[in-house]
């Protein structure tokens, strides 16, 4: 079964910075690219980066230069590290896996003013 689950969310000021971390479970975690999103409210889900099992590495332009996507095929673990945050960062933010249809719960960031 395939299991994703978020975490590292939070309230954060402008220009601070907060780390996500996503565990994954249920596939062959090293041989897929993996991928974070975002969903602010009343918009729709967006690509924002992806680590590829290589570990390439693409950005979304909104969060290039400010956001780092990693992953530790030891432990099954994706991370994106997300500095000089903005309040347009607010969002819901999910991890998935390059063709398989499955999300997780997501982690909320919050960043005030």
């Known amino acids: 079964q395939v299991q994703l689950v978020e975490s590292g969310g939070g309230l954060v000021q402008a220009g601070g910075s907060l780390r996500l971390s996503c565990v994954v479970s249920?596939?062959?975690?090293?041989?897929?690219?993996m991928k974070w999103y975002r969903q602010a409210p009343g918009k729709e889900r967006e690509f924002i980066a992806q680590v590829t099992w290589s570990g390439g590495s693409t950005y979304a332009e909104s969060v290039k230069g400010r956001f780092t996507i990693s992953r530790d095929n030891a432990k099954n673990t994706v991370y994106l590290q997300m500095n000089s945050l903005q309040p347009e960062d607010t969002a819901v933010y999910y991890c998935k896996a390059s063709g398989l249809n499955y999300w997780g719960q997501g982690t909320q960031v919050t960043v005030s003013s």
């Open positions: 249920g596939f062959t975690f090293s041989r897929n690219n």
